[in-house]
């Protein structure tokens, strides 16, 4: 746990998030049950911003709403003065309705559809990352049926393959997005969309993949992308206005993580941009930053209640608490680390190794593979932080389990950002069996 102002352990061994105590909130709210600290995302993204603009003011902090969307966040994200990225209908409906500003967007998706490409044209959406050949002829002919002319960068792959997780590697040789630099791909999307009436070419974007701790993978990307501009600009006499070097700033899940500080990413990614500016003579695009990790997951911890403690002697202690992989699905994907603790009990000396295990039916619906806990009793509350990105948007209603609520918390106020579902809200859209009357009776 990283402690801070916003979240600490009282003197009476109490968590506390954004000032409300966990037990206060666990009553309230009931569990499972995702709390987000609004003053660490208010923090998180001022400190971003400093750095960007400290460095290269020509800039915007676009947040990545794939990491945690619903239009509360969209709301604060608006507040706060940032841009956002969407990568389906859905994240673009859902900011639309918060209110966004449409120039604010960039829609990304390595395979968009007729209907979310004439969404994104009709609600004048700053621009749309190309993704592909097709993509491009697809676009134009909904904003021409629009009467429209929608700004457009390509999304291209730098070849650099990031040390991270190898599912969340996107600009390796075998990637499904973007166009290859190197072999000439990147020039020929440009000359298409060149050649197309309905559409302007803004600039390019790439990135490079997620939770990565080295900063050095982001310089070599923008050495990269800034030799692909110089030979556009050469090449084709094309003026590109804006770089849009995407996130992925890795953020410390356990306390054996030490990434960089995201602004210090944001910083070197600014600092060398300059450099290569001056050193090939092009001229300075915008710069956009897409982080979204980095401004949601320690923003995030998930209360749960523990039920069954089984000890399997000489083997392993489960704690089994009312959650599971419907709503962080994250272990069972990535094998991913968390630390946790009872947030009523946290002065306690965690003695125990355990492992947190879900409600699911899968042996696999893991939260925690093995942790240390202080000794966990049914009707605990269990605490797992840093789970603000990538939990409650990836979570289904696996086994029929309700999605948890989000509740947003600051200065010992809590109020809902997402209302908990119910039973009928899952099966609101299901219909009663209907017999064909072709049917064979047996």
Not at 344 to 357: E, M, N, Q
Not at 376 to 390: Q, S
């Amino acid at each position: 746990m990283n402690q801070r102002d916003t979240l600490y352990i009282n003197q009476s061994g109490r968590l506390i998030i954004g000032g409300c105590d966990a037990g206060d909130l666990a009553r309230e709210f009931s569990t499972p049950l995702y709390v987000m600290d609004e003053a660490y995302i208010e923090n998180a993204a001022a400190e971003m911003k400093r750095a960007l603009n400290e460095v290269y003011p020509d800039s915007l902090i676009a947040y990545a709403s794939k990491a945690f969307a619903c239009k509360a966040m969209y709301g604060l994200v608006s507040r706060l003065g940032l841009g956002a990225d969407v990568a389906s209908g859905g994240e673009l409906y859902t900011a639309l309705s918060a209110g966004f500003n449409p120039k604010m967007l960039y829609f990304h998706g390595n395979n968009k559809t007729a209907p979310e490409l004439d969404e994104a044209v009709k609600a004048e959406i700053h621009a749309v990352v190309i993704d592909s050949l097709d993509e491009i002829t697809a676009l134009n002919a909904a904003a021409a049926a629009a009467n429209k002319k929608q700004g457009v960068l390509i999304r291209v792959n730098p070849l650099i393959e990031a040390d991270t997780h190898r599912f969340i590697q996107t600009a390796c040789v075998d990637s499904k997005f973007g166009f290859s630099i190197e072999n000439g791909a990147g020039e020929a999307a440009v000359k298409k969309i060149l050649a197309q009436k309905n559409l302007q070419f803004l600039g390019i974007h790439c990135h490079i993949g997620s939770q990565i701790f080295d900063i050095e993978f982001f310089t070599r990307a923008v050495d990269k992308m800034t030799d692909f501009i110089a030979a556009l600009t050469k090449s084709l006499g094309v003026s590109v206005r804006e770089l849009n070097m995407g996130g992925g700033f890795g953020v410390a899940y356990t306390a054996s993580d030490t990434p960089p500080a995201a602004q210090e990413f944001i910083r070197a990614i600014a600092q060398k941009l300059k450099d290569c500016i001056a050193q090939k003579k092009i001229a300075p695009p915008r710069l956009i930053v897409e982080p979204g990790r980095s401004l949601a997951a320690q923003a995030g911890v998930t209360l749960y209640t523990v039920g069954a403690v089984k000890d399997i002697p000489n083997v392993k202690k489960y704690v089994a608490v009312d959650g599971g992989m419907f709503e962080n699905p994250r272990y069972a994907l990535y094998n991913a680390r968390y630390e946790v603790a009872l947030a009523l009990k946290a002065h306690l000396p965690a003695a125990d190794t355990v492992c947190i295990a879900g409600k699911c039916c899968e042996s696999g619906d893991i939260i925690v593979g093995e942790t240390a806990l202080q000794k966990a009793e049914k009707g605990d509350l269990l605490a797992v932080f840093c789970t603000g990105a990538y939990n409650y948007s990836m979570a289904s209603n696996y086994n029929r389990n309700p999605i948890p609520p989000v509740v947003l918390c600051k200065n010992g106020s809590a109020r809902y950002m997402v209302k908990p579902q119910t039973y009928p809200d899952i099966i609101a859209r299901d219909c009663d069996y209907a017999p064909s009357d072709k049917e064979p009776l047996s």
